[in-house]
């Protein structure tokens, strides 16, 4: 069965900076073949989708807010991609998810909270 994993969430001060990570697991799942995304919801929020990383490499950061801030990656030898915040602000503030797809299945974790406040 596939799991994803998310660290590295926690409390930060305006402008500053915090690296999430989603750890994959399970036979056969590996970063590198799949499409690999971050999405973030915060309370009384719909969810939205902040990054996407293809196979091919193509990084997207989707909300102007974040475009620039954002940049997504992976470390295939460590099955894991990552999303690197930074200039963090108050409206950056929910729990962030992260979410694979192949080519029939969607694949999601359990959040990792991400809070903003001086």
């Known amino acids: 069965q596939v799991q994803l994993m998310e660290s590295g969430g926690g409390w930060v001060q305006p402008g500053g900076s915090l690296r999430l990570s989603c750890a994959v697991s399970?036979?056969?799942?590996?970063?590198?073949?799949?499409?690999m995304s971050w999405y973030r919801q915060a309370p009384g929020q719909k969810r939205e989708l902040v990054a996407t990383?293809?196979?091919?490499?193509?990084?997207?950061n989707y909300p102007n807010s974040v475009k620039g801030r954002f940049p997504i990656s992976r470390d295939d030898a460590k099955n894991t991609v990552y999303l690197q915040m930074d200039a963090l602000k108050h409206a950056d503030t929910a729990q962030y998810l992260c979410?694979?797809?192949?080519?029939?299945?969607?694949?999601w974790g359990q959040g990792t909270q991400v809070t903003v406040s001086s």
């Open positions: 399970g036979p056969g799942f590996r970063v590198n073949n799949l499409t």
């Open positions: 979410n694979a797809i192949n080519v029939v299945f969607t694949y």
């Open positions: 990383l293809t196979p091919g490499g193509y990084d997207v």
